[in-house]
């Protein structure tokens, strides 16, 4: 009967609050209705499967609730679609994961959550999901024999959003998309302490239309990163630190061919962080591109490489891990980069990077009202090898870009597409 009310006033809640069409139908099911217990001890996995199938078989929209004041514990898991309908996955308690890596089976360990060709799915509800990845932190740090388990991983989804909840301590990266579109992932905290290994905030891999807005991200690894074939990418509003800064790559590796293009990166403030905005390919091999990338008002404080593109070239950086294949003339181009507006502080001396390829210089690099001072006090400086590209407004430190001359006739007039670009900043 307490269960009736509370469905009742959470249908009326979020018929009010997340639901225009109120007089639509709706289905409401929540964890405990298929047996969850919620201390933190049981294991829930298959309650929450079974809550998935049903959800995702019903006819009508559906909101699954995993109710607030429980926390819940999944063992690895996959939530399949197609469903019959949109979905609203509504997390408003915890969800943790078994915290000995010895109790997950050998053949899950690549993923924790995994969404695998759903559509429509809309995740809210203030709760939190903790992947407890101390101990494979711990293990990471001994041998990486097998890369620990990414948290919440989307493969092949289309629509989805993911708003207003926590992502916490996960075992490798927290959030993952790979072969998805029209995702968005707003107003999340992303948080694990900043000496885990490898736990990047949020990754995407071969996905496009994705917006990640209004978070906070603070974790060991990269706070977003890109790679493989991704477009369309919006980052806005985002506070990364520590940790290592928003990434495009590593592309190319293993010979990859990899097209990371039109990605536009904006109002971030980035602190006490490895890089600030890096884009990062293999020495060699692989081939592709990174272009068409904005990276626009950004406040760097106390960054080591608040600039950079690495293409594995220079001396003081460490060279990229990948193999060397020799002779390769093919190399990921980078190309159409913009910098505006960034501002701030940075830990080495070096604040702006562009250490690019013998074979395939960066070209048409933009640095556009940059303002970088060391950390310490002392003036910063440039480093570019193989670089080419203009400086526009103040430029401190002082910019190291070649004129690019060469390619002049290449380039004589500026595209369609880019003042389309250039129109909706
Ligand atoms: C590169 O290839 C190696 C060996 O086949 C494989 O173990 C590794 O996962 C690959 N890396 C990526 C990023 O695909
Ligand atoms: C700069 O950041 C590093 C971590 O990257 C941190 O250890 C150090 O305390 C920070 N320094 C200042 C002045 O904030
Ligand atoms: C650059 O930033 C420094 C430190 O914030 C500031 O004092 C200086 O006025 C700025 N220079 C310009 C040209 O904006």
Redesign the pocket.
């Known amino acids: 009967m307490a269960r009736g009310a509370v469905l009742l006033l959470l249908a009326a809640a979020f018929a009010a609050a997340l639901l225009p069409d109120a007089a639509e139908s709706r289905i409401l099911l929540t964890l405990h209705d298929f047996g969850a217990v919620g201390d933190g001890v049981a294991d829930d996995t298959k309650a929450l499967a079974d809550a998935w199938t049903a959800a995702c078989t019903a006819g009508d929209n559906v909101i699954l609730n995993v109710p607030a004041g429980g926390t819940f514990q999944i063992w690895p898991l996959t939530l399949a679609g197609p469903c019959r309908s949109e979905i609203k996955l509504l997390i408003s308690g915890d969800i943790v994961a078994p915290e000995s890596p010895s109790d997950w089976g050998q053949g899950q360990r690549s993923q924790w959550l995994h969404f695998h060709k759903v559509q429509d799915l809309k995740i809210t509800g203030g709760g939190i999901i903790d992947g407890r990845g101390q101990q494979w932190w711990a293990q990471s740090s001994l041998m990486r024999a097998q890369p620990a388990p990414k948290a919440v991983h989307f493969e092949d989804c289309q629509g989805i959003s993911v708003k207003g909840i926590t992502l916490q301590n996960s075992q490798s990266y927290h959030l993952t998309f790979t072969r998805s579109s029209d995702v968005e992932a707003n107003y999340l905290r992303v948080t694990s302490p900043e000496d885990s290994i490898d736990t990047k905030g949020i990754h995407l891999v071969d996905s496009f239309n994705v917006h990640v807005m209004d978070n906070l991200i603070s974790t060991g690894d990269d706070c977003v990163s890109i790679v493989g074939n991704c477009e369309d990418v919006r980052l806005r509003a985002i506070s990364c630190g520590p940790g290592h800064g928003i990434s495009i790559g590593t592309l190319g590796v293993n010979n990859s061919v990899d097209y990371v293009e039109k990605i536009k990166v904006d109002t971030l403030f980035i602190s006490n962080a490895e890089n600030g905005v890096r884009v990062r390919t293999t020495k060699s091999g692989g081939g592709g591109f990174a272009r068409k990338v904005k990276f626009e008002s950004i406040v760097m404080r106390n960054v080591t490489n608040p600039i950079i593109v690495d293409q594995g070239n220079s001396d003081h950086l460490p060279a990229s891990s990948e193999a060397v294949a020799p002779a390769a003339a093919t190399v990921v181009q980078v190309e159409k980069i913009n910098y505006i507006d960034i501002?701030g502080t940075s830990a080495s001396k070096h604040a702006v990077t562009f250490s690019c390829s013998d074979a395939k210089p960066c070209r048409h690099l933009s640095l556009v009202n940059v303002?970088l001072?060391r950390v310490d006090g002392n003036k910063a400086s440039s480093y570019c090898r193989k670089a080419f590209g203009r400086s526009i407004g103040?430029v401190?430190p002082e910019s190291c870009l070649s004129k690019e001359d060469f390619v002049q006739h290449d380039v004589p007039q500026r595209s369609e597409e880019d003042r389309e670009e250039d129109s909706d900043s």
Do not use: D, F, K
């Open positions: 501002t303002n001072s103040t401190i």
